[in-house]
């Protein structure tokens, strides 16, 4: 469920707001409401932050270009490294002039020019050319003009002298880098989360000056008074209370007006709780005043993950990597909530993977021989009758009525519920259209035709109220659209079948293309192996962008769309010390 929000006014002493915040950010219960916050102490945290975590990078990739080094370990601060690389981008900007200038006169030789500049006092000229020719003029003589060809004036010192500063610049900025990736890179980056804890903290003491009121000098006794407003759960609004007695807060609880946003905090039950890690990474909320789709989320992707990817061999190879890393978090010391959440959901889509690997006999692109006569085997395999795309567009029809149906069991206190039933016949009778014209089905039952026109008549009738007609009559204009609209959300559901088989044929063609190879088998072997590699291995990487496109896009466009989920939500974040 989607947890109720209460509005809340907290107000304190001024001289007590930094205890106030600490006391909240022990509470760990109030979204607060920062959207006036961003003074001076806010801002010198972000700049604390940034740095910390561009200090942090920079010592990654020195890591990178100096191995070596950053098996070191040098206590240095995230400013001190800003500082070596700001000092290293200098040398750098010096090195590329040097090697600009080393470019343009390498044609001319290792020449003395200050010899030339005798010769110049003697009225003998060198005149240098950016296409790498050079004449001597004397006396008054002019230079041969070229199009396209400009005069270069005199080096300021002989090339080989230039070669020295470069390599010397060189060595140096390699020194630099040296150092940087001895940095201890744990030491920066353990750092960073009590920056950005200190930025919260700042981001609310900013609001709570920004909101102060009452003023000392007018001759009242009276303290001033700093205010912070902010979003709670209805169930934890007790708690609040008792830490308002204990500090001396004043508060004020209300219900959310209609104009307001609260937050949304998502509370499905504890078996499909960890998709909300699927959500945070995707970085989606539904509204506050919306409906809770986690369970239906969880069942359908899990079910689309396994489609979509559509070998058990991946599946397989994704559960061994999930259990690896449910080995990893119980030896830690600190077992973190979000890494268990997406070990339980990448358990749960491997599992599922697996078992549609048996269902569809499919494993790395070839079959297991003893598995080729099963009954689901033969059934999803067989072309005749098209089966996987009708299964395809039974879970499509299923996931839409779904959706519909569970939006009019919502309104039943209200009679535009009878259009949500409405929407549920005609997507049906959608769905039968669809299996008619790919020739799945021989044609359309006659009483179909009867339940889409009494869908039809519960859509026009009841999906507006009477003092809706004249602001929103034109929805009912647009009825053909959205009708072929939903026709074309059933058909969608096909990329289920054209995905997964594509990714079936890639990894076939793969093994054909290793096992075919026309060499002696001593030979064969290595070849062999580095063609799976890559190729199943290429497909996997492809199978994961599948999910993320098409997993994805079926529950929050299709589904979302016939349950009226507009994703314009933002997650609830209570204020705390991480």
């Known amino acids: 469920m989607i947890v109720p929000m209460k509005r809340v006014h907290l107000l304190c002493v001024a001289d007590e707001a930094d205890r106030t915040l600490e006391a909240l950010r022990e509470l760990d219960a109030v979204h607060l409401d920062l959207s006036s916050a961003g003074g001076v102490a806010a801002g010198a945290a972000k700049e604390r932050l940034d740095q910390a975590e561009r200090a942090l990078r920079i010592v990654q990739k020195a890591a990178k270009e100096c191995p070596a080094a950053a098996a070191e370990r040098t206590a240095l601060s995230a400013g001190e490294v800003l500082e070596l690389d700001a000092r290293r981008e200098r040398i750098k900007g010096e090195a590329d002039v040097l090697r600009a200038t080393i470019r343009r006169y390498a044609p001319f030789g290792d020449f003395d020019p200050e010899l030339a500049r005798r010769l110049e006092s003697a009225g003998v000229r060198l005149l240098l050319r950016d296409d790498g020719t050079f004449s001597l003029l004397y006396g008054d003589e002019e230079a041969e003009e070229r199009p396209g060809v400009r005069a270069l004036p005199l080096p300021e010192e002989r090339l080989g002298d230039t070669r020295r500063r470069l390599e010397s610049a060189e060595a140096e900025m390699a020194a630099l880098t040296a150092k940087i990736a001895s940095a201890d890179e744990a030491a920066i980056s353990g750092a960073v989360p009590a920056l950005r804890d200190a930025v919260a903290f700042a981001a609310a003491a900013d609001e709570m000056a920004a909101n102060r009121f009452g003023d000392e000098a007018v001759g009242t006794k009276a303290p001033q008074i700093s205010l912070v407003r902010g979003w709670i759960p209805a169930d934890a609004t007790e708690a609040l209370g008792e830490a308002a007695k204990a500090n001396g807060w004043g508060m004020a609880l209300r219900d959310p007006n209609p104009d307001e946003t609260p937050p949304t905090l998502i509370r499905p039950p504890r078996l499909f709780r960890p998709v909300t890690a699927l959500f945070g990474g995707l970085g989606i909320a539904p509204a506050y005043r919306e409906a809770d789709v986690s369970v239906p989320f969880m069942c359908y992707f899990s079910l689309f993950f396994a489609m979509l990817v559509g070998d058990g061999g991946y599946g397989a190879i994704i559960l061994a990597l999930t259990l690896f890393g449910w080995r990893k978090w119980a030896k830690g010391e600190k077992r973190a909530p979000l890494a268990k959440s997406w070990l339980v959901l990448l358990t749960v889509f491997s599992c599922a993977t697996v078992a549609w690997g048996f269902l569809s006999n499919t494993w790395f692109g070839a079959g297991l021989p003893f598995a080729a006569d099963w009954p689901t085997v033969k059934w999803l395999g067989d072309p005749t009758y098209n089966n996987m795309m009708l299964l395809c567009f039974t879970i499509g029809v299923s996931h839409l009525v779904l959706a519909r149906v569970w939006s009019g069991l919502c309104m039943l206190n209200d009679r535009t519920c009878l259009s949500q039933f409405g929407w549920a016949g005609i997507v049906f009778f959608m769905y039968l259209v669809t299996n008619s014209i790919v020739g799945i089905f021989s044609g359309i039952p006659q009483w179909a035709f009867w339940m889409f026109g009494v869908s039809l008549v519960l859509v026009f009738g009841f999906t507006l109220k009477g003092s809706e007609l004249k602001s929103r009559g034109i929805e009912l204009g647009m009825l053909p659209l959205n009708i072929m609209s939903a026709l074309g959300d059933i058909i969608s559901y096909v990329r289920l079948f054209a995905v997964g088989l594509a990714s079936v044929k890639v990894a076939q063609n793969f093994n054909d293309m290793a096992l075919g190879l026309?060499?002696?088998?001593?030979?064969?072997?290595?070849?062999?192996?580095?063609?799976?590699?890559?190729?199943?291995?290429?497909?996997?990487?492809?199978?994961?962008?599948?999910?993320?496109?098409?997993?994805?896009?079926?529950?929050?466009?299709?589904?979302?769309?016939?349950?009226?989920?507009?994703?314009?939500?933002?997650?609830f974040s209570p204020f705390r010390k991480h």
Do not use: Q
């Not at 497909?539 to 589904?559: D, K, P, Y």
């Open 518 to 571: 026309d060499l002696p088998l001593a030979v064969k072997v290595v070849p062999m192996v580095l063609i799976l590699l890559v190729g199943h291995g290429l497909n996997f990487a492809m199978a994961g962008l599948s999910i993320l496109v098409h997993a994805v896009r079926l529950n929050t466009l299709e589904f979302s769309n016939h349950k009226g989920i507009s994703w314009a939500g933002y997650a």
